[in-house]
């Protein structure tokens, strides 16, 4: 009997379903933890800062309240004397109790710790709480992308969406661009070319998707199309699971010239007739170049028939030949760190 119910539809759906209600139950029962944890929290923090307000206590309070705390709860974590300044700090970001059970409640203590402490703006704070919450972003990609100012890049992009695209798969897709696009991981040297900067991201390719954002899944890079019995090659393909749609992505080492939307325009119309499907939406197509005259691309998508959008990236500086000899080596730096570390050794 077992081994019938093995091979059954029926047993398959009823335990696929099961598994599905189990997982779910079980993040929410995680999320639920880290509310009420994230809560405890803030409400430690307002009831220091009041009665610090009240009494006029000073810092040494705090210091006193760890101790005290550690000895009652010595197996709870969370209570040490940092993590009490950081909870008098959240609860002075955050007058919001609602604001706090519904949006900063939702993110892990640490990922908050980040936010608070970073920004200062309250609109800014609740972006990259959004942010987070949208895209599941670990404590590192968010300090990386508040380090890189993402609020001030996303859906910068000079594009021909709003035209091109219906609404609101055009809001979307504006918000998916940045300008420009940091490109740190990557050092160049001025004499590369396209080549050099394609073979950098893929060899850095869990960077260049982070920078890119959620919903990109990489098809291939050079990626070869037949026209007319002729071959192109797409610098890099993407599909994005949220637009339904192929994403060309052009580089360019240099300016933009109007030339290139036209040439973006035809890999558009090609990969919508020769990879795309009856349910996929049109294709996408992004420019990225060292630099653009903003007034000189809008020239060049006006009338351009496909989505397209331009948009600058920025590299690691390279050394200039002329420091790098005033530089001291690594080898250099080790022996004046011993002697330092000898002096002292001495002195003590």
């Not at 990557?186 to 982070?210: I, K, N, P």
């Amino acid at each position: 009997m077992t081994s019938s119910l093995e091979f059954s539809p029926g047993y398959v759906e009823l335990l696929e379903q099961l598994k599905t209600r189990i997982r779910s139950a079980r993040l929410q029962a995680i999320l639920a933890v880290n509310r009420d944890l994230i809560q405890l929290y803030w409400e430690i923090g307002r009831t220091i800062l009041e009665r610090q307000e009240r009494e006029g206590w000073g810092a040494k309070v705090i210091e006193r309240l760890a101790a005290d705390l550690r000895h009652e709860f010595p197996d709870m974590r969370g209570l040490s004397r940092a993590n009490l300044f950081y909870m008098r700090a959240f609860a002075g970001a955050y007058q919001d109790e609602q604001f706090v059970q519904q949006a900063a409640g939702q993110l892990p203590w640490y990922h908050n710790v980040v936010i608070f402490t970073r920004l200062k703006d309250p609109e800014l704070r609740e972006w990259y709480i959004r942010a987070c919450l949208e895209h599941g972003w670990s404590r590192a990609v968010l300090e990386a992308q508040i380090e890189t100012s993402l609020h001030e890049r996303q859906g910068k992009a000079i594009t021909n969406f709003a035209r091109t695209l219906p609404a609101p798969a055009s809001e979307l897709a504006q918000q998916l661009l940045k300008d420009p696009y940091n490109f740190d991981f990557l050092t160049l040297h001025d004499e590369a070319v396209e080549r050099d900067l394609e073979r950098g991201l893929l060899d850095h390719l869990q960077g260049f998707m982070l920078e890119l954002g959620a919903g990109f899944a990489f098809v291939g890079s050079q990626h070869r199309l037949d026209v007319g019995g002729e071959d192109f090659y797409i610098d890099l393909l993407f599909y994005h699971l949220k637009l339904r749609c192929y994403v060309v992505v052009d580089l360019k080492m240099g300016a933009f010239k109007p030339e290139y939307a036209g040439k973006l325009n035809f890999y558009c119309s090609a990969v919508d007739d020769l990879l795309g499907h009856a349910q996929d939406n049109p294709t996408i197509g992004i420019l990225l170049c060292k630099s653009k005259n903003n007034v000189i691309v809008e020239y060049a998508l006006r009338d351009v028939a496909k989505p397209l959008g331009v948009a600058e990236y920025r590299l690691a500086q390279v050394l200039p030949e002329y420091l790098k000899g005033s530089l001291p080596t690594v080898e250099q730096l080790e022996t004046e760190l011993r002697a330092v570390e000898r002096k002292v050794m001495r002195e003590a």
